[in-house]
């Protein structure tokens, strides 16, 4: 059964960092694209970033960019987010997901809570 | 990068069909057939219920169907039923997105 297990949110303050951890079972990453979605209220869904399954190329959406770093270690089978310089927009519940096709995400975890907030 | 447009609410009676239009434009929606219909009931993550415009993941039922016309696509949802009520997410890729949402439709059944 394949299965994706976030962990790492919290509470941080405004231009605090956090790294977001993405567990796999069932599959392995190295065979995978992965990404981050996040979810607000008010905004409903919002890319945040990506991985191709060989780990050759990475996306950004536009307003992470420069902020966040997307990576995985295969031997623990594991994605990450890195997320830096952090604003209170920024708080919302990360999911990571795995692709299943181009951009179409078949495998969701439950779902990781930041909140950024002094 | 702005949000594919979704209609904030939609409403049916069981056994009823419903469409929810997800418009876009010739950049994203328009451009590539990497159009995805997501459901999420409150309080949990997202399903992919159909992708590349039109294909259904295997245990989707037969009832969602997708399709796309312009820089506009649609999800139908055929003999509508209780569990059918949830929220529901389009996604379509973009280069500079790369991946955009729309807003979010509340699919609601009488």
């Known amino acids: 059964q394949r299965q994706l297990v976030e962990s790492g949110g919290g509470v941080v303050q405004p231009g605090g960092s956090l790294r977001l951890s993405c567990a796999a079972s069932g599959f392995a990453l190295s065979t995978s694209g992965m990404h981050w979605v996040r979810q607000t209220p008010g905004k409903g869904l919002q890319y945040v970033a990506g991985m191709d399954y060989d780990g050759g190329r990475t996306y950004y959406a536009e307003s992470m960019e420069g902020r966040v770093t997307i990576s995985r270690d295969t031997s623990k089978n594991t994605l990450y987010l890195q997320m830096n310089s952090l604003r209170g927009d920024d708080t919302a519940l990360y999911y990571c997901?795995?692709?299943?096709?181009?951009?179409?995400?078949?495998?969701w975890g439950q779902g990781t809570m930041v909140t950024v907030s002094s | 990068q702005s949000a594919l447009t979704q209609p904030a609410s939609v409403s049916g009676s069981p056994g009823q069909s419903i469409t929810i239009s997800c418009t876009g434009t010739s950049s994203d929606v328009g451009a590539y057939n990497f159009v995805s219909w997501f459901q999420q009931y409150p309080g949990k993550a997202p399903k992919l219920m159909i992708f590349d415009v039109s294909v259904r993941p295997s245990g989707v039922s037969s009832r969602f169907s997708g399709s796309k016309f312009d820089n506009s696509a649609s999800l139908t949802i055929s003999g509508l039923q209780a569990e059918d009520e949830a929220d529901y997410y389009c996604?379509?890729?973009?280069?500079?997105?790369?991946?955009?949402f729309g807003g979010g439709t509340k699919l609601t059944v009488l």
């Open positions: 996604s379509s890729y973009t280069p500079s997105g790369p991946l955009i």
């Open positions: 997901a795995r692709d299943a096709k181009y951009f179409s995400f078949d495998v």
